[in-house]
């Protein structure tokens, strides 16, 4: 049984930070291409950060410079650190992994007030 569990969102100030963390299981995550999502409301999921499994990264225009996405292989986790963070952020961010088939966490919310 696959399961990608986020964590780590929560309530925070601009200009502040969190990391978010993602714990997969029951999928070969060295080989996984893992990345983040996010989903305000009213609007479309759009993608933030992806991690290849040579470790080869990509971000959204929004993100760049603030965003840090990351993996620890040995403990099959994704991160995603998220600094100087806007009131724009604020969205449920998901987890996701594409290998052999898509999966996708259930989310965690993340509040940015001004």
């Known amino acids: 049984q696959v399961q990608l569990v986020e964590s780590g969102g929560g309530l925070v100030q601009a200009g502040g930070s969190l990391r978010l963390s993602c714990a997969a299981s029951?999928?070969?995550?060295?080989?996984?291409?893992m990345a983040w999502y996010r989903q305000a409301p009213g609007k479309q999921r759009e993608l933030v950060a992806t991690?290849?499994?040579?470790?080869?990264?990509i971000y959204a225009d929004s993100v760049k410079g603030r965003f840090t996405i990351s993996r620890d292989n040995a403990k099959n986790t994704l991160f995603l650190q998220m600094n100087s963070l806007k009131p724009e952020d604020t969205a449920v961010y998901y987890c996701n992994a594409k290998v052999y088939l898509e999966y996708w966490g259930q989310g965690t919310q993340v509040t940015v007030s001004s």
């Open positions: 029951g999928i070969p995550f060295s080989i996984a291409s």
């Open positions: 991690i290849a499994a040579r470790g080869n990264t």
